[in-house]
């Protein structure tokens, strides 16, 4: 089991989709054994998704969200309903809470079996149902497969879902590894980490922290400094590290600097594998070489930051794509949950190394990049691409 402070994107996302006022809010509080979501018997009471962490036996740490209904039909239904649609993204698995007549629900079901979300079905309160095993055998004649019976209201049937989504855990959860298999126990590893205003004084970014934990839980020996202490750094050691890891932005300064002997990379790769289809991403970046002036490029970040001075996504990488393809280059920036559903318009999309964002999430956009076929590439495989040494750098 996960240590309860585990960061949201690394907690295992299980989504609850339904109908309005079909019980998801009453539901998430009897999964986690606490009042989390607003109960209410007025139709629409969940307006956006809400998301409580929690650590569950047998699961580990686990975020649950809870959807407004999918057949809202007020003012706000719309966005409503977006928003719904936009938490399958981050869904590793869905509850879907059925009425017998399923005419609402198979579409949703439909949708979630398109994206290969492994959907647990539901048939709530069950404590005011007068024909339950006529209700059972309706859902399972149109859906194909067997409701779990449940009362929220009386605690019946959760423990039945608790072991129907430890059943139903991906095959490579919890398996991810950010530095997979470059460094094993006893490896000598130095982290190159420029301490400037994204990292403002007193901390670390979380990709420094994540990589950093998992490398002392490898048993490896870890020494860190900042770009500008490199050089005194190595000559303190009494044997090259096996493997630097840098921010991408000070890529070449670290690349000419390291020990022959030392594997190069940057956090930001590491979690492009870590996170999303590194071989996509890899493919991808020579057509930064192909972009013209009159090309389109977006920029998607996972966090919603205000803009800081030399904002990686916001501006180093836009002079360095400027300044290699042309000033009148279009690059158009997204940040958060938003992205767009039409990426047709775009010639390349470049996500951010997305340590906000759970793996599904992206291997989300990246499923839906691909199906229209535009190269996807990550700031990390980018930025190496730009200084011309991605073939020099381990991925």
Known sequence: MKHPATPQANRLHIALFGRTNSGKSSLVNALTGQDVALVSDKPGTTTDPVTKAMEIFGIGACTFIDTPGFDDTSELGEKRIERTIKAMDRADIALMLCQPDMTEEMHWLEQLRQKKIPTILILNKADIRSNTDEDVALIKEKAGEQPIVVSALLNEGIEEIRNAITAKLPEDYDAQSITRNLVTEGDLVLLVMPQDIQAPKGRLILPQVQTMRELLDKRCLVMSCTTDQLAPTLRAMTYPPKLIITDSQVFNTVYDMKPAESMLTSFSVLFAAYKGDIDYYVESAPVIGQLAEE?????????????????????????????????????????????????????????????????????????????????????????????????????
């Open 295 to 395: 090309s389109k490029v977006l920029i998607a970040e996972a966090c919603t930051h205000v803009p800081l001075n030399e904002d990686i996504g916001r501006v180093k990488l836009p002079r360095l794509l400027r300044q290699k393809i042309g000033e009148k280059l279009t690059i158009d920036i997204t940040a958060g949950n938003d992205f767009p559903k039409d990426l047709s318009g775009y010639d390349l999309v470049i996500q951010c190394g997305a340590c906000m964002f759970n793996r599904k999430h992206v291997l989300s956009r990246i499923e839906q990049a691909k199906q229209q076929q535009i190269p996807m590439t990550n700031y990390g495989i980018a930025l190496a691409y730009l200084g011309s040494i991605l073939d020099k750098i381990e991925y």
